[in-house]
């Protein structure tokens, strides 16, 4: 090496400063070096793990689009059905944020119990649409099936933290070191300890609103919730006298009705008593007395409107929810309604899905803004607004209108109701919040 130095120096003419020529040479060679090894990156570990940031940087941004050659695993989601929504779509973006696709989830039909034997799987694809919740998700985040795997590596097993000392800091520093070679490598990262509806929270609102609009019910729920609607229809449109009701059974689609989400079982009321108390917030709880004088004070209804009572089925047989309304308002639960037939047929996570679809309908929404199950609902129908150009829905309007009843607002009536689509994360809507945007 001396001997070449030397060789080339005098080519060169070093002149009196052979140290600087020197350096200069070194240069010129480690140069010509990288040019020869750039084709081979594997050979130089610099450029490849460089190559690798930039590939895993702005994977997430499309540019390279979603890798179907690596996959997320996740746990069973448990929990109720808009928890397990939350749960799926913080999966989803998690395996984005990867540049992963996720291998579709196996979600759970029964509540969530202690002994984890008795909660009853069910996969993704038996109550959503895989194919069209992947078309509508192109290019954002992607399902995947078992059946995809070349299972040429075993899986990378990756513990979630648990406990206050797991921060949100803590969760995302995990979830960039899996983008490192050394886990990146791997086909399947495999997520095991908690489930992931109590994983942090790094995503804004807005992507989590997009997941949701690509969850389409299969044709045979949707069918089911199509249903309850046109009963609900038909029975308002029969006691508003708005039409005779054809032979063949359609009715006035314009039929309006309100559908209140009453949460007034016994667990909700120790659980919303227990959470005032460690929060100091007097707007959770609210009486069946309190919901129906609310109610009945929304500005611009006309009279008589069908008022749909989306409520737990351990209080179907209480017959006093239908009864202390105001002149006007006509309550109906399944039962009353005729319909209780359709739900009895399906297991809990698919009742629950009907009852979500008749909510998100209505011409009216009335709910608890500490409830999942309401907060999913306002989402979904802010986001319709929004994408039928209306920014603003706090105004006289009541098409798509919502409601918090737990709220007071003008002339003693419910609080108007809009998601704040530009809110950095879920948390609110996750555990609830008493700032509902109007």
Known sequence: MEFMDCKFLKSINCGTKPIVCRFFVLVILILVLRTLLSPFPGLNWFYDRSLYRASASTGPNLQFGLRKDKFLEVPQIIWGLNNQKIALARACLTARFLNRTLLMPSLSASLFYKEIDLLQPISFDKVFNFEKFNSLCSGFVQLGRFSDLSNQTEPFEVQKGSGRKWTKERDLNQLNQCKEDEIDKFEVVKIVGKNPFLWHDHWP??????????????????????????????????????????????????????????????????????????????????????????????????????????????????????????????????????????????????????????????????????????????????????????????????????????????????????????????????????????
């Not at 039409?243 to 059974?249: E, H, M, R, S, T």
């Open 205 to 438: 609102v807005k992507d989590y609103a997009k997941i949701f609009e690509c969850l389409v019910l299969v044709d045979e729920i949707e069918n089911e919730a199509i249903k309850v609607i046109s009963k609900i229809k038909e029975v308002g449109a029969a006691a508003r006298n708005d039409k005779k009701i054809p032979q063949n059974g359609s009715v006035d689609a314009t039929a309006p009705y309100i559908a209140v989400h009453m949460r007034i079982e016994k667990d909700w009321m120790i659980h919303c008593k227990k959470l005032e108390q460690r929060s100091n917030i007097n707007q959770i709880c609210s009486s069946k007395e309190e919901i129906m004088e609310r109610v009945s004070r929304i500005n611009g209804l006309q009279y008589p409107v069908f008022v749909y009572l989306a409520v737990a089925d351990s209080l179907l047989e209480d017959d006093s929810v239908l009864s202390g309304w105001k002149n006007g308002l006509l309550p109906y639960e399944k039962k009353r309604l005729g319909v209780w037939e359709i739900y009895k047929r399906y297991p809990y996570l698919i009742q629950s899905a009907i009852d979500y679809e008749v909510c998100a309908r209505a011409d009216v929404f009335v709910g608890n803004s500490f409830s999942t199950f309401s907060s999913l609902v306002v989402l979904s129908r802010t986001q319709k607004l929004l994408n039928l150009g209306i920014r603003s829905s706090c105004g006289e309007d009541l098409k798509l209108a919502s409601f918090a009843y737990n709220i007071e607002g003008e002339l003693g009536g419910p609080k108007r109701w809009r998601t704040d689509m530009s809110a950095s994360s879920l948390q609110s809507i996750s555990y609830g919040t008493n700032n509902i945007s109007c």
